[in-house]
């Protein structure tokens, strides 16, 4: 049986505006307060780029950094997953 995935307003990552959440991209991975959205591009306050998960059960990311900048830009065009985790 063939199931649809109806777009339904205020799920996906508009739910999750002022939120921490955690974005898989096609290499990276960034994580950060959810501060806007738009069909080209999520802004994130506070970011960090993640390059050593550990284990998904720990409250920490075994290497996480900080990026220079309050705010950065992720393009929804790279996006794989989204959700909160930590």
Known sequence: MKMLVEETEGEGLDAL????????????IYTGKLVG???KCVKLEGPS??????SFGDSDW???????????????GMIESFGELK
């Open 49 to 54: 780029i993640v390059y050593q998960t550990g």
């Open 17 to 28: 505006l002022g939120k921490t959440v955690t974005i898989f991209c096609a290499v990276y």
């Open 62 to 76: 075994a290497d996480a950094q900080k990026l220079p900048h309050p705010f950065w830009y992720v393009a929804t």
């Open 37 to 39: 959205v738009n069909d």
